[in-house]
């Protein structure tokens, strides 16, 4: 009985030992720091394959957010849609069919987790401060003389006209709007 326990513990040293000897390969043991320490080393060839999904800023121009599209608009394009969402890039003189539209959705359903860009961080629906962000760009906005400006229901758009559709405030408002948003900004930051 007492050589079986000693056998046992035998076994079951040998086995733990086994977990932490050095048998490993250089290139194991290398992979494994560098999988620990891949937050603050610089990027890899891989790492840099592997992009993130852009992030709009405030003064992105139109430009700028054309050339963020381009992961997207390809992604679309292998999956039977061209940027312009024309199925395999026909003419789009027509509407689109059912089974379109169904491709269509399908193939956004694909691509726009992976590459279409993410609002600007203000406006995000994850930043717990967005909504702060929205109240304080109204405020800015009635300040400028717009008269029908609010939060919208989301909590996170800004809503211009009203229930009258005041084209003053909807025209007025989008001319203000970016600066605004700039100005709130930089005050957060502060």
């Known amino acids: 009985m007492r050589r079986s326990q000693v056998l046992a513990v035998a076994v079951a040293l040998t086995f733990l030992s086994a977990c ?18 891949s937050v603050e080393a610089a990027p890899s060839a891989s790492a840099s394959a592997t992009a993130q999904r852009p992030r709009e800023r405030l ?25 312009k969402g024309e199925p395999n890039g026909g003419t789009g003189a027509r509407p689109a069919t059912d089974k379109e539209k169904e491709s269509s959705d399908e ?20 930043n717990p ?13 009635k300040k400028k003389g717009i008269k029908y400006v609010e939060v919208s229901d989301d909590g996170i758009s800004i809503a211009l006209g009203g229930e009258q559709n005041d084209p003053t405030s909807i025209s007025r408002g989008l001319d203000l709007a970016p600066e605004c948003e700039r100005t709130v900004a930089a005050a957060r930051k502060k």
């Open 59 to 83: 003064d992105t121009t139109p430009e700028e957010f054309e050339a963020m599209l381009g992961p997207y608009n390809k992604c679309m394009k292998e999956h039977g849609y061209s940027p």
């Open 20 to 37: 932490g000897s050095p048998a490993e390969s250089k290139a194991d043991s290398e992979k494994k720091v560098a999988t620990l320490a």
């Open 129 to 141: 401060e967005s909504r702060d962000f929205a109240r304080d760009v109204v405020k800015c906005l």
């Open 107 to 126: 193939a956004n359903r694909i691509c726009e987790p992976q590459f279409y860009p993410l609002p600007p961080w203000e406006k995000d629906p994850a």
